[in-house]
């Protein structure tokens, strides 16, 4: 095919001119007027100021003893018009201490995570879908929703299982918002509603759960760490040639930041990242993306003295848990 006419040159080269406003200053102070202004253009373009939220109802659906914990299912008024399922998982030997665990693509939402029998069995094994029980291993309380629109919050706007957030953030950014968005409203709901209930609440993902937490770390200073797998690296490598799912666009995004400066917002937060070698979703150069992200990141954080460390894992996208030693 002759691609003289196809545009390709004209979209990389607009990507590349995308300046984000990044941190550039030395001190506390500077970070934190920063951070507020970051905040702030970030929860427009995530649609934050139109999302109509609802009192926050939650009904208990059903509770089982299992073997060392307890196994809850909750579902939440989170917006008008909008339940969100959840299932929480009580360890006996409980640290007093919460993770929200999210999830990402082709487990079924929220099922995966806790290896339901209406899991993807293939996909678990896979990308290695464990971090519920890890955590719950460490004598956390692990939150586990379903991400709209997943797991039983799917429209069925195909005959297979296939993801369907390109059809609805679609609808969304032409109505202001976006699914990241609704993510980080849900998520900071649930806080409110449990954070009396323990002494911290971090957040842990993986793949698309994986940006979900970075999103969360960013916006929500309540949270004391994140957990992030398989979902680092910049824009410009990847969301043109990989990454394409609907979830991982917000509009205009790529004119103010890039995921380093998401990560960057989250400061002095302790975030802790792994990612594969091989991981084909960092994009065609590889893990010196992440690692270049990682340094934006860092420049924030060096004004706490602190710095962020990247797990890199021999292999492909999956869930390598190495980052959990940290908590
Ligand atoms: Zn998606």
Redesign the pocket.
């Known amino acids: 095919m002759d691609k003289k006419y196809n545009g390709y040159d004209f979209v990389e080269n607009c990507l590349k001119k995308c300046t984000p406003y990044r941190f550039s200053g030395s001190t506390e102070e500077d970070f934190y007027k920063w951070k507020d202004e970051m905040q702030e253009i970030m929860a427009e373009l995530l649609g934050l100021y139109r999302m109509e939220k609802s009192e926050g109802d939650e009904q208990l659906i059903s509770k089982a003893d299992k073997q060392g914990y307890t196994l809850e299912k909750y579902h939440m008024d989170t917006l008008k018009d909008l339940k969100m399922p959840y299932y929480v998982l009580t360890p006996q030997n409980a640290n007093g201490k919460a993770v929200i665990a999210l999830h990402?693509?082709g487990c079924n939402g929220k099922e995966g995570l806790i290896d339901a029998e209406n899991a993807d069995k293939e996909n678990m094994e896979k990308y290695n879908y464990t971090y519920v029980y890890d955590l719950l291993d460490k004598g956390y309380a692990v939150y586990v929703p379903d991400l709209l629109p997943?797991g039983e919050r799917m429209f069925g706007i195909y005959e297979d299982n296939r993801?369907?957030?390109?059809d609805v953030?679609n609808a969304l950014i032409s109505m202001g918002m976006c699914?990241q968005g609704i993510y980080i409203t849900e998520m900071s709901m649930l806080i409110d509603k449990i954070k009396d209930n323990y002494s911290s609440i971090g957040c842990c993902g993986f793949s698309?759960g994986a940006h979900c937490a970075l999103w969360l770390c960013a916006m929500e200073d309540r949270l004391s760490f994140g957990l992030l797998s398989g979902y680092f690296h910049s824009f410009k490598d990847t969301l043109i040639y990989s990454n394409r799912?609907?979830?991982?666009f917000i509009p205009r995004l790529w004119e103010f930041a890039d995921m380093g400066d998401i990560l960057a917002i989250a400061a002095p937060m302790d975030i802790y990242l792994e990612t594969g070698r091989d991981d084909e979703l960092n994009g065609i150069r590889g893990i010196q993306s992440p690692i270049e992200q990682l340094e934006i990141a860092n420049r924030a954080y060096s004004v706490f003295g602190k710095k962020l460390k990247l797990e890199i894992c021999e292999g492909m996208h999956k869930w390598y848990g190495k980052i959990l030693g940290n908590i």
């Not at 993801?163 to 390109?166: N, V």
């Open positions: 990402g693509h997943a993801a369907e957030c390109t953030n699914l698309g799912c609907g979830c991982n």
